[in-house]
């Protein structure tokens, strides 16, 4: 098995948004914010290369909407989807299963991309299978009025319409043992209803996509909780229990969203899981 990190393109979002109701002096000290309250923010996504497939995990927001979208969210930087796959010799057509967490348009907006003539919308990843969830499907699909501005049919509906879409099974348990795609899923339903947390076993090692359960290093406080999120409450709970299991079990947590900290070790402290040792992806994959 080979793990690359794929870097789709940063973008800023408001810090306060992404603390919710932690104050600003308190998170600017891990995540500083420019004079508009911006704070940097990476869609950084996993490819699995694991004997004939290839296995995406999330893939940014792609190039389809307006550029008036676009500028709400401040890109930067050079990186998009397709010259991270070639940078390791792949190109969308390799890719076997695209791994969603959720449908956020931050973390699936890759999946499909205009057609030739603009006229209408196809899968950006002509031979590969999409993984969502029943639940979490239909929660994306009929959309509440909170999330509805983050679920984007476009980004959605085209996965249906190709034939290409799959679901995983709903856990009896908090975890899920998938050997269709050959890795753990944690479920965790506080940011949006069962998003799936990734545990792949590589060299000896658990790698945890940490998606929007532990969106930067700045959010290890269990009260730090995005104001996105739909039932923090939730949140906090689930991730304290995930954290502790991290700490337990050494587990190496693979940041999406963290501009500056790519993957990262936790521990416990009198003040709960707090950080522990900070990798760049080249240190632990290669």
């Excluded at 909780?225 to 949140?235: E, H, K």
Aim: proline content about 5%; hydrophobic content about 35%.
């Amino acid at each position: 098995m080979n793990l690359y990190p794929i870097d789709t393109g940063n973008f800023k979002l408001d810090g306060g948004a992404m603390f919710g109701v932690v104050p600003k002096s308190l998170w600017q000290k891990t995540n500083p914010s420019d004079a508009n309250n911006m704070i940097d923010i990476a869609a950084r996504c996993l490819l699995i290369e694991d004997g004939n497939r290839l296995i995406l995990i999330d893939n940014g927001m792609g190039n389809k909407q307006s550029e008036k979208f676009f500028g709400y969210y401040y890109l930067c930087g050079n990186d998009s989807l397709e010259s991270s796959l070639k940078k390791y010799g792949f190109h969308p057509n390799d890719i076997t299963d695209v791994f969603l967490t959720h449908l956020h348009f931050d973390h699936c907006g890759g999946s499909i991309q205009w057609n030739k003539s603009k006229t209408g919308y196809e899968p950006a990843f002509k031979n590969a299978h999409f993984w969502s969830n029943k639940d979490h499907w239909d929660w994306a699909t009929k959309p509440n009025k909170r999330e509805k501005a983050s679920f984007l049919k476009e980004n959605i509906l085209p996965m249906q319409d190709s034939g290409q879409l799959k679901f995983t099974e709903l856990p009896h348990e908090t975890i899920l043992k998938d050997s269709a795609l050959g890795f753990d899923i944690f479920f965790a339903d506080g940011h949006t209803d069962k998003q799936m947390i990734p545990m792949i076993q590589y060299k000896g090692k658990t790698i945890c996509f940490m998606a929007d359960l532990l969106p930067t290093v700045g959010h290890l406080p269990l009260p730090y909780v995005m104001g996105y999120d739909t039932r923090p409450l939730l949140t906090l709970d689930e991730k304290e229990a995930f954290l502790n299991m991290a700490a337990d079990n050494g587990y190496f947590l693979f940041l999406e969203h963290d501009a500056h900290n790519e993957i990262i070790t936790v521990q416990h402290t009198e003040k709960g899981v707090r950080l522990k040792d900070i990798y760049t992806t080249s240190e632990i994959f290669n």
